[in-house]
């Protein structure tokens, strides 16, 4: 049994600039999460446990992006305390949905926003972990789905590599034997150039992907932009659903940007 | 001997098969496609639907009334069926400190029989058999399935634009082995059924539904109307030395011209009907004491198809690309003694950009007869 081994690894989950929804994936793991807290230690998870261990960590589990000069300062101690860093969702890995002010000027928002702008300090940009510290493994999402984040930790645990593949979210909407939405509806949708991992839900409800996973491992955004073109999407609807969760992503933002300037 | 059937009589055929024990499934309507499933009666097919299809373009559309067969082909394939999108292939535990395998994965609690199955779906059948039964290494998930399906065919009558099996040798008019062969026929003076069984089986089916001997004008008629799906046909493949074309053409330009419209998204392999490629992928639960292998659809679009020690061998869309296009209609010859392509033209229609492969050949082909060989 496991839980006779010598030591048990410790996990630490820490929060940057996000909405919560990547770790309460790990809270809402019901059937798996008793085996989880009887693997591993949680050491540190200030939304789950009053205990806040001190580290070093194996495994940090890291959500958000980087926002504050005070963020981009923790997130060096976190690298250094933990063996393994894994970034869990779109913000962690592409800067998130707040990644769309970067191409404002953050200055006036916060003008416009905040009765008393003098007390907030913030970056001119959101960015990923990955723009800041080594990073062994990027947990996709927009949230990220429970069972590849329980899946990494068996893996991670066990030594074996996680199966978490890198494809399209087509093979995954095929295998369930939807009916493609852009063929037989005209209705636009990311799939093809969007990782694999939601378990094509969109198009299971008829809908087009909105891209949650990001980037897949050899997006062609330039050939689906010109079929969305000719589904009489214009460069602007274009260039905005390239620019969601995901929108800081190298690949979607050349994408959007390029629809921008047409 | 051929037989003609009212109607009606398709509905006590799939009870009939029903109550010999088989799931029967066919086509019917589902997110506006002609998709594949259990079928309880005639009143789950999908009556007065056709199909309307182009290069990254499918629609349904009200087509001859009353007609149960009245589409072309769908997205799916019977492959879905015979050669599963994911199958658990064991599972072990770990008990007293050995790991226990428990179970190899169970076939179908029924028999499958399939409904309304096409002259090239038919002719993919038999592709995989090849693949899956012919060699020494037999593929137990699809032969346990595979071994006792009944087949029904229907032939075509009309074509969609993105058809070319007639230039493949695969229909309109069904050859393969089949149970039971239907042809139907709608016009303004009425509608019927031409059944001839295949076997055995076939006809103890047909015994049991109301038949009259068809008469030489009803063969003619049934005859015109399946020679029409072949005349319709818009697309065709030139499959005269295609292997040698192929092999000779490792570098040609239009590999890269079709590697920028290319999404690499694999929904030709998911789509296509003799496609066979699969991944394994083992996994652990978090207390290390419960493992699972599992198989699932893999595709030579993805990059880790080719992953080996170092990196991916076809990192480039163009080689992906070549390769899956090269092995379909030239190295699959080598491979198995025929062409992997039937020519239902779902690669085509289902490519969210369009790509049609036969305007690629002919592209190569095109260039390569005004070059210097012969090919």
Redesign the interface.
Known sequence: MNSERKKKPRVAVFKFASCDGCQLSLLDAEDELLAVAGAVEIAYFPEASRAMLKGPYDIALVEGSITTHQDAERIQQVRRQAKTLVTIGACATAGGIQALRNWKDVTEFIRVVYPSPQFISTLKLSTPIAEHVPVDFELRGCPINHYQLIELIAATLAGRKPNIPAYSVCLECKRQGNVCVPVAHGTPCLGPVTQAGCGAICPAYDRGCYGCYGPMESPNTASLTSQFRILGQSDQEISRAFRSFNAWAWQFRKASEECERA | MQARLAPEEIDKLIRALARRGYAVLGPTV????V?YDEIEGAKDLPRGWTDEQEA?????KPGPAGALFGYTVG??SWK?YLHP??VKLFEADRQDGLFRILGSPAPPARPYAFLGVRACELAAIAVQDRVFLADRFRDPVYGARRTPVFLVAVQCTQAAATCFCASMGTGPEVRGAADLTLTEIVNGEGHWFLAEAGGERGQEVLAELDRQPATEEELRRARTAVESAAAQQVRRMETAGIRDLLYQNFEHPRWDQVA????????CT??CPTCFCTTV?????????HAERWR????C????FSYIHGGSVRSS?KARYRQWLTHKLASWIDQFGSSGCVGCGRCI??C???IDLTEEVQAIRGTVNHGNTDA
């Open positions: 589902r997110d506006g496609a998709v990254g373009r499918y629609r349904l997205p799916q879905k999108a994911q920028a419209r290319c999404l690499t998204c694999a929904n998911m789509v992928e083992d996994a652990s639960d978090v207390t290390g004491d699932r659809w893999d595709s679009f993805t990059l880790t869309s229609t289902w969210p950009v369009g």
